[in-house]
């Protein structure tokens, strides 16, 4: 019974590989005819188009997009009461039914035709649904890949060296660094980069850090104008901002600094409040950081030790109060930029010029 199930987060992954599969399992000129895309459709619909045949010569493919099936966020449908594959379940009882139902409509069809489910979420194995189509499907996922910056991360540096191979190129571990840095090891951005690096090295088959620095997306630069930032190099930060406002907009970096502020007044104020004493310390770069209380606030906001130390440190000039107080600032400067009082790198130079 060939029944597939693409699940997962990483979209760019997953849409690869359906595309593999469709141009793999399809005849290119019966394409438009033998693949039929449903989106939640009922049970009926669904054993109706299984269960007919290919047209002309080839296979078939019946794919399934946006599928919630088999994972925990369900997407509440507004389609007809006797759409069981999306209608809101409110039982244990029901989302049994639903395994039963869908295992039921999928107990016979043609071996020329390949059903496959597209789910945008995590493949929840938990669920009986999950199990019971997971004995006769094929379950392939496609997880996130999370990268913390100035961690090494085997997988996404493999993908890196992969998608260099496809042009003839390699690429050297401190390019490598730089564009997992700029794009946060979204797989997306990190195979247009390096596609971009590969065409503009021609001849030469070798990127470099200097070509991905000159070429690519410089975020990488933010994250070295926020440690200046962070450690009160005035001049340092001012020099490190100019550089990346003659390359960016200002917006995408107000954007970033929102976003890791709000994760750092988390991180802090979590340590002041395990280590009461931290709060009342005058910040310094030689405060001895608790391990076991870093343990303690990495299970709590589900992260990685070595990230929250290095995050701790890099904030010792700050207690959680400033944070606080710089967030609040940076809130009103963007708003400031949306009513057009002051243009968004005026914005940013005051944000970081003031103490």
């Known amino acids: 019974m060939p029944v597939i199930v693409l699940a997962g987060e990483e979209e760019y992954g997953l849409n690869n590989r359906l595309a593999d599969l469709k141009e793999t399992l399809l ?78 409509a999928l107990a016979n069809f043609p071996d020329t035709t390949y059903l496959i489910f597209v789910c945008p979420y995590n493949f929840d194995s938990t669920l009986k649904i999950s199990k019971q189509v997971g004995k006769f499907a094929q379950i392939e996922e496609f997880s996130k890949e999370k990268y913390f910056p100035g961690s090494r991360n085997p997988k996404l540096e493999s993908f890196c060296r992969q998608e260099a191979k496809k042009y003839n190129a390699t690429i050297d571990d401190d390019a490598i660094e730089y564009l997992l840095n700029s794009t946060e090891g979204n797989l997306r951005q990190l195979a247009s980069e390096i596609e971009k690096a590969s065409l503009a090295i021609l001849p030469s088959t070798k990127i470099t850090l200097k070509v991905t620095s000159e070429l690519c997306l410089p975020q990488g630069h933010i994250f ?8 009160r190099q005035n001049n340092k930060t001012q020099e490190s901002l100019r550089n990346l406002l003659s390359q960016q907009n200002a917006m995408p970096i107000l954007a970033t600094l929102q976003t890791m502020l709000g994760k750092w007044i988390k991180v802090k104020a979590l340590y002041e409040q395990y280590s009461p004493l931290s709060a009342n310390t005058k910040p310094t770069n030689k405060a001895v950081l608790n391990s076991e209380i870093i343990k303690r606030i990495a299970a709590d906001l589900k992260l990685m030790s070595f990230s929250v130390e290095k995050d701790l440190r890099r904030l010792q000039n700050f207690t959680a109060a400033q944070l606080v107080d710089k967030r609040l600032q940076l809130t009103k400067l963007e708003y400031s930029i949306k009513v057009g009082q002051i243009p968004a790198d005026h914005a940013l130079i005051l944000f970081v010029s003031s103490q």
């Not at 109706?48 to 509440?76: H, S």
């Not at 070295?224 to 450690?231: N, T």
């Open 224 to 231: 070295q104008f926020i440690d200046f930032w962070l450690s």
């Open 27 to 104: 005849l290119p000129a019966w394409k438009s005819v033998n693949l039929i895309k449903l989106n939640k459709p009922s049970l009926n619909s669904l054993s109706q188009a299984i269960n007919t045949m290919p047209f002309g010569q080839g296979n078939r493919i019946v794919l399934i997009e946006n599928c919630d099936l088999f994972t925990k966020k369900r997407t509440r449908s507004d389609s007809d009461a006797d759409n069981k594959l999306s209608a809101p379940k409110s039982s244990k009882t029901s989302k049994a039914d639903d395994a039963d139902d869908l295992v039921a």
